[in-house]
């Protein structure tokens, strides 16, 4: 059978999901150790997308094949018990075998959190970035309309991004204060490697007043990354969702959300 599972985990003592040579530490790996306990036999999981070194997720979606037949209960209970605190199954189904955690999603879902204040926090150290600066989340969201759409965004991609295409929907971006904390939300049909972080950076320096509102849209007609504005750190990055067919009957990510 195949099965599905929703997977929350904070990244900030991993180097990324993607498992690697023997020695680093990455969620994929203590991911597939606890399911091999429960499944009783080696396996190989499949993710919605892969984050980087000290990114966080609330909403990863994973899926595996295997002839062992367990309840979803006991998938979830089962590699929850054998996997460390820093992270989490929260749902476990079934699903047809033409589901694919990648191919078929439709779109996914990042966050950044922003905590704007004069001192950092010691209770939200590597959960957010902290920016002393005052931010105008009024401006950044002005800014961040010209990026909706489907674009080139070869000028907000790492210079090493492994993908074919610089070009990607952006369907949503949202800017919102809550109190000291600034919450940038992205969706897209997919992304390119640290384009949220550096839609952030660029958006930061609009914020702060460093940058124009129009610079944002400057930056992506140059269509070169060495003219962009800087890469914002992992701390403040959630992978926080996936959308797929109503078919797969696959969990909300917003069933799943809550404030950090």
């Given at each position: ?10 990244g900030?003592?991993?180097?990324g999901w ?8 990455t969620v994929?790996?203590v991911?597939?150790q ?5 499944a009783d036999?080696?396996l190989?999981?499949n993710?919605?997308?892969r984050t ?6 609330t ?10 037949v367990?309840s ?5 209970l089962g590699c929850?018990v ?5 992270v989490?199954?929260r749902?476990a189904q079934?699903?047809p075998?033409?589901?694919?955690a990648?191919f078929?999603?439709?779109a ?12 950092r926090?010691?209770l939200m150290?590597?959960?957010a ?9 009024q401006?950044m ?10 674009h080139d965004?070869s ?6 991004c492994?993908a074919?295409s610089?070009?990607r929907?952006l ?9 000291e904390q600034?919450?940038?939300m992205v969706?897209?049909?997919a992304f ?7 839609i ?5 320096a609009?914020?702060?007043g ?14 070169d990354?060495?003219?962009?504005g800087?890469?914002?750190l992992?701390d403040g ?7 797929y ?5 696959i ?7 809550y404030?950090?």
């Amino acid at each position: 059978m195949r099965v599905a599972l929703g997977v929350e985990y904070d990244g900030s003592a991993f180097h990324g999901w993607q498992a690697q040579r023997a020695g680093i530490r990455t969620v994929q790996e203590v991911v597939e150790q606890a399911l091999q306990k429960v499944a009783d036999h080696p396996l190989r999981v499949n993710c919605a997308g892969r984050t980087d070194t000290g990114v966080h997720s609330t909403g990863q979606v994973i899926h595996f094949d295997t002839p062992s037949v367990r309840s979803p209960r006991n998938w979830l209970l089962g590699c929850n018990v054998n996997m460390p605190m820093d992270v989490n199954i929260r749902w476990a189904q079934t699903v047809p075998d033409d589901f694919h955690a990648r191919f078929s999603a439709t779109a996914r879902h990042y966050r950044y959190l922003i905590l704007n204040r004069t001192s950092r926090s010691a209770l939200m150290s590597k959960r957010a970035t902290w920016i002393h600066k005052t931010l105008d989340a009024q401006r950044m969201q002005q800014a961040g309309l010209a990026l909706i759409g489907r674009h080139d965004f070869s000028s907000y991609r790492a210079l090493h991004c492994q993908a074919n295409s610089p070009l990607r929907t952006l369907s949503d971006l949202q800017v919102i204060r809550h109190g000291e904390q600034i919450e940038l939300m992205v969706t897209a049909d997919a992304f390119l490697h640290h384009m949220v972080r550096n839609i952030a950076g660029v958006l930061i320096a609009i914020g702060t007043g460093d940058k124009s509102v129009s610079w944002a849209q400057e930056v992506l007609q140059l269509k070169d990354r060495t003219r962009g504005g800087m890469t914002a750190l992992a701390d403040g990055l959630y992978f926080s969702g996936v959308d797929y067919p109503a078919e797969f009957q696959i969990p909300s990510a917003e069933n799943f959300s809550y404030q950090i």
